[in-house]
């Protein structure tokens, strides 16, 4: 007797996809993080991240806390929720259309506290005591060097590098933050600096505003002076205090990117990144007001993002007066 085998057709699959690259973790706040990476190419279709509190990535993309690729597709970037103060580990894979995961890359990111900047005077010199007094309003700081000696009595906007035939007239110094980084602002002298005037004891600053103090300044005023001042000395350390005010210009604003730009949820803190963005700046997301706005300055604003249907959704910021932005960078929900 014969006997024959029949066999159902096998399909052989292909190699799972390379692994993505450059992955790295930003936080945006204290509870939100943004991962990104470039894709590997050859099979990959989309990708998928896990995520677990530690140092320790997840085994793979299946353990852990897992954003799926039904969420996150072909982007390459990801926003993700997490808990203030805490230490995660993520891994990142890519899949293919038959559903095979590559071994993934990790990296790690904490929302705990880190050193984000080291600042320094630009024409810092000995015993100039730059951070004797110190003050921040959200994304702008102030720094106070009583000991600096320049001759200088105007408002250099940027860096400088004045001389020295002034002792201890002292200057202030104001640092902007840009996303996660920070720039020399503005070099602020008294408009009446002369040595031993100590200008930069004190530091205060709210939103525009900046207020620096010169408790050992000698004039014989006794009123305000709206501007500047050039008074004699005739009360030594009578003490004075300088207002300082930060102008807004009339710019159109424009919108240059936003983090992240896919997998948009209402109630997602989106960052907007651009220029010309003003203090009271209003944005629209596919023509929705944000359910919040915070305007960290003029090149970055987080909005919490609205209730909005699925797809692209445009982002607009329009400041006081009418001025609106470009439209043509969006928000895909």
């Known amino acids: 007797n014969a006997s024959s085998c029949a066999s159902d057709d096998i399909t052989l699959l292909p190699a799972p996809p390379p692994d993505p690259s450059s992955f790295t973790a930003t936080v945006d706040h204290s509870t939100q993080i943004t991962l990104s990476w470039n894709s590997g190419g050859g099979t990959t ?58 071994s993934g890359v990790t990296t790690t990111a904490t929302t705990g506290w880190y050193q984000e900047a080291y600042l320094k005077a630009s024409n810092s010199e000995s015993n100039d005591l730059f951070g004797y007094s110190t003050a921040i309003s959200g994304d702008t700081i102030v720094v106070g060097a009583y000991g600096e000696d320049s001759t200088q009595t105007t408002i250099t906007n940027g860096t400088t590098s004045a001389g020295n035939g002034a002792i201890s007239s002292g200057a202030a110094y104001v640092f902007k933050r840009t996303g996660n980084a920070w720039t020399q602002e503005a070099y602020l002298k008294a408009s009446n600096s002369e040595s031993s005037d100590f200008f930069g004891c004190s530091t205060a600053i709210s939103g525009d505003t900046i207020v620096v103090g010169a408790y050992r300044e000698a004039s014989t005023q006794t009123t ?54 003003r203090k009271d700046a209003t944005v629209t997301i596919g023509g929705t007001a944000c359910t919040s706005t915070t305007v960290q300055g003029p090149n970055e604003i987080i909005c919490t993002l609205p209730s909005k249907s699925a797809g692209a959704q445009a982002i607009v910021v329009t400041n006081p007066g009418g001025s609106a932005s470009n439209s043509n960078i969006s928000v895909t929900y």
């Open 224 to 277: 305000i002076t709206n501007g500047t001042t050039s008074a004699g000395n005739g009360a030594d350390q009578s003490g004075a205090a300088y207002v300082f005010r930060r102008a807004e210009t009339n710019s159109t604003p424009a919108v240059t990117s936003v983090t992240p730009n896919t997998g948009g949820t209402s109630g997602m803190n989106a960052i907007i990144f651009g220029s010309g963005f």
């Open 45 to 102: 279709d989309k990708f998928q991240v896990a995520y677990q509190a530690g140092s320790t990535a997840p085994a793979d993309c299946e353990s852990g806390t897992v954003v799926s690729h039904t969420t996150i597709g072909s982007s390459t970037s990801a926003a993700i929720t997490v808990a203030a103060a805490t230490d995660y580990a993520f891994r990142v894979c890519a899949r293919d259309t038959y559903g095979q995961f590559s």
